[in-house]
């Protein structure tokens, strides 16, 4: 399976500021996704992060508060743009290798907006 | 009615008893189904994953996928106080497809 790390692992905002999340993998993998975890919920598909192209977003996520940026196969970012108490929730990003249909997850970032 | 559906709990059980885990969906075209489990603070971790119908046994772990009744199961055996941590199950039609996500449900093992 794929190592997954993410940065920061924690981090405490103010309102109306933009936090960047960042995703490594140690390997070339096929897809990479954004997902949001809030307190005591289960995982929402944020978007799929495409290699050299617009991410995917799903149903109730949108590119101006989430812009998500996948430069290589290996490393993808995440914007959680002009924060809000609403967006305090763990964030994880997951990879699909190729030929593979399990997916891993990152140890996840856990915001805390005030 | 969601796509999965899997009783939150919490369950709580003994040092070694037998753990049923299970999920439902409604989504006939899923094909891959997988259980992670997650510790308080960390991302999930891949259990198991099963393609189709069937059980598959790894260690103290069996999962079973019933697809005629849309059904799916995780048994966990001589279940430890390590054991204690959220299970959610998951589900995909394959290929690129999203993966589902059931509630989760939180298990407690007891000394």
């Known amino acids: 399976s794929a190592v997954i790390s993410q940065k920061p692992s924690r981090d405490i905002c103010q309102r109306g500021t933009s936090l960047t999340i960042q995703c490594q993998v140690d390997?070339?993998?096929?897809?990479m996704f954004w997902y949001r975890q809030q307190p005591g919920q289960s995982l929402t598909l944020i978007a799929t992060?495409?290699?050299?192209?617009?991410?995917?977003?799903e149903s109730g996520f949108v590119i101006d508060k989430f812009p998500i940026s996948r430069p290589n196969l290996t490393f993808s970012t995440l914007t959680v743009s002009n924060m809000s108490p609403e967006d305090s929730s763990i964030y994880l990003c997951?990879?699909?290798?190729?030929?593979?249909?399990?997916?891993?997850f990152g140890p996840g970032t856990r915001l805390t907006v005030t | 009615q969601k796509e999965v559906e899997q009783d939150p709990g919490p369950l709580s059980v003994p040092e070694g008893a037998i753990v049923s885990l299970n999920c439902t969906y409604s989504?006939?075209?899923?094909?891959?189904f997988m259980w992670y489990r997650q510790y308080s603070r960390k991302g999930p971790e891949l259990l198991m994953y099963?393609?189709?119908?069937g059980n598959k046994e790894d260690g103290r772990f069996t999962a079973q996928v019933d697809k005629s009744s849309k059904y799916i199961s995780l048994f966990i055996r001589d279940s430890q106080p390590s054991d204690s941590a959220t299970y959610l199950c998951?589900?995909?039609?394959?290929?690129?497809?999203?993966?589902?996500f059931g509630a989760g449900t939180r298990l407690a093992v007891h000394p």
């Open positions: 997951s990879v699909l290798a190729s030929g593979k249909y399990e997916q891993y």
């Open positions: 390997s070339q993998v096929t897809m």
């Open positions: 992060a495409n290699q050299g192209s617009e991410a995917t977003y």
């Open positions: 989504n006939s075209a899923f094909q891959y």
């Open positions: 099963t393609y189709s119908s």
């Open positions: 998951a589900m995909s039609n394959g290929g690129y497809n999203k993966l589902i």
